[in-house]
């Protein structure tokens, strides 16, 4: 077994222990991304504000101020990425409805082929790492990262005992 995916020894402190627990899931889930990422992937090219927008772009167009809201960057770094990947092709401000000064970022076709190339290298390599479990450890897995997903969500209502 890889030192990475090896159990930490708890302590017998409740903050220790979640704190190495906390260390070994961020090893995890870092060997996991490294494992599902194609070094092919074109996207890989793309400075990680670039690639945020475009996958909230591959999701919906928007404004520039709702789209910076959603990512969680000022208007006038919204109004920078848009440039320069508007520079590459692979968005382009467009007008919407009948305010002129209103204009809403999309994926050019480039930016849409790009967007869903990478989609489909992440499905593919995703499909082949379940494809060696068994359907109950698939089960598992996925259940488990539901949960983690849950609980990390910012308006969680803690469980009651």
């Known amino acids: 077994m890889n030192k990475l995916m090896e159990p930490v020894e708890t302590g017998t402190n409740s903050t220790e222990r979640a704190s190495e627990q906390a260390t070994e899931l961020r090893g995890i889930l870092m060997a996991l991304g490294r494992n599902l990422l194609s070094v092919d992937d074109l996207t890989l090219d793309l400075p990680i504000r670039q690639l945020r927008i475009c996958l909230v772009l591959s999701a919906h167009s928007g404004s520039m101020s709702e789209i910076s809201r959603e990512v969680g960057i000022s208007l006038s770094a919204m109004t920078q990425v848009a440039d320069r990947l508007e520079r590459a092709g692979l968005v382009e401000r467009v007008f919407q409805g009948t305010d ?56 969680r209502q803690e469980a009651t005992d």
Do not use: C, F, I
């Open 100 to 155: 002129r000064r209103v204009r809403h970022l999309q994926l050019t076709e480039r930016g849409r082929q790009l967007m869903r190339g990478h989609q489909e290298t992440q499905l593919a390599r995703m499909a082949n790492l379940l494809e060696r479990l068994t359907k109950s450890q698939a089960r598992e897995a996925l259940d488990a990262l539901k949960v983690l997903v849950q609980a990390s969500q910012p308006n």
